[in-house]
């Protein structure tokens, strides 16, 4: 089995002295995935600028966990997001029923970085030139009874120009590469009567490098993390499912760093230079609440879905708060 989907666009040379017939077109290839299945349990996985930070999941598919929330990221794999933008390769495999296998590789390349996801969102970094990352993923699925199974992913990402995704740059750059090493642990429990619940924890270290002519003299190893918990109902009122979620996206849970600047003259009119130790701990942690819906009416012939996401300290920002809605039908002819 095999199946392709992608996203191009065309921009078009708008030149109002030349001949409109004339006039250059050039065609861009946004996205693209590519799934091939050759046999039962062997699954091989390939992409351009996908948000892969939601899609690779320890249970199923992306599509299924987006049929109840809107952004995934935090019950996913979030740390794989670091490289998102950029040109992918997995391999999925299932040596029985009970246990499922998936190794992936993410590389963004400075071409790619104007573009990119972070959390979900789409974002222009500001010099393109300055940001590439790659990033490994093993992930591990075992069902431990028909009513419960628990996952295991381990992450590791390399960054050059930027920091956990956060493009730094001048003074305060934190250095040309840093890398980022994560775990995370999730967990689906059926509860019985149509209830099913969703845990997920990851968290991880970073180990930043110091640029030779900034203001940082020092730094050490950032802690970060992201955990969220989803209950769904299903057959609410017929082929339907209602979901909550609630989660906290990654954030930075401790480090420090130690900041040398010059703070005045002495009396010789020479620089007089003095250290600060900073903390790198989020001080105003995002939190999302989400709701969503979807229901199969008219014998699955329509398909609705109805998602909505409330977002408190958007980014780490206080007081910055985001509200999305998502409604949509399908019709299958």
């Known amino acids: 089995m095999m199946s392709v ?39 091989l996985d390939v992409g351009h600028n996908l948000n892969l930070a939601s899609s690779f999941t320890n249970f199923g598919t992306g599509a299924e966990l987006n049929a109840g929330f809107l952004s995934n990221s935090t019950l996913a794999s979030p740390y794989l997001g670091l490289a998102d933008g950029g040109d992918y390769v997995g391999v999925n495999f299932a040596p029985n029923t009970s246990l499922k296998m ?21 974002t222009t970094i500001a010099d393109p030139t300055a940001r590439e990352a790659q990033a490994m993923l093993v992930g591990a699925t075992y069902t431990l009874t028909p009513w419960a199974s628990v996952g295991l ?37 059926s509860m ?15 180990d930043l490098g110091i640029a030779p002519e900034g203001l940082l003299v020092s730094a050490n ?17 017929g082929d339907d499912a209602v979901s909550f979620a609630l989660s906290r996206p990654v954030h930075v849970t401790g480090g420090s760093a130690t900041l040398r600047a010059a703070t005045g003259l002495d009396s010789n009119l020479n620089l007089i230079f003095d250290s600060e130790h900073l903390s790198l701990a ?52």
């Not at 790619?112 to 789409?122: C, K, N, S, W």
């Not at 190893?221 to 009122?237: A, H, M, N, P």
């Not at 709701?291 to 408190?312: D, E, K, M, W």
């Open 221 to 237: 190893r950032v802690w970060s993390q992201s955990y969220g918990i989803g209950l769904t109902k299903r057959e609410l009122f």
């Open 282 to 333: 989020t001080q105003h942690p995002e939190t999302d609440f989400e709701f969503g819906y979807a229901a199969q009416i008219l014998g699955g012939a329509v398909a609705l879905r109805t998602n909505a996401i409330y977002q408190t300290n958007v980014g780490g920002e206080a007081g910055r708060d985001g509200v999305a809605v998502l409604a949509r039908a399908a019709l299958k002819l």
């Open 153 to 189: 992913t381990v992450t590791h990402a390399r960054e050059q120009g930027s920091v956990m995704g956060g493009y730094t740059t001048g003074a305060l750059a934190l250095g040309d590469v840093t890398t980022t090493s994560a775990a995370g642990f999730s967990s689906r429990v």
């Open 102 to 122: 998936r190794f992936g590789y993410q590389s963004l390349s400075r071409d790619d970085a104007a573009y990119r996801f972070v959390a979900g969102i789409p």
């Open 192 to 206: 019985g009567s149509g209830w099913e619940t969703n845990l997920s924890w990851s968290g991880g270290t970073t």
């Open 5 to 43: 989907a992608g996203f191009a666009e065309k921009d078009l040379i708008a030149d109002p002295s030349a001949d409109p017939m004339s006039r250059g077109q050039d065609v861009k290839l946004r996205s693209i995935a590519m799934s091939l299945s050759p046999v039962a349990g062997f699954g």
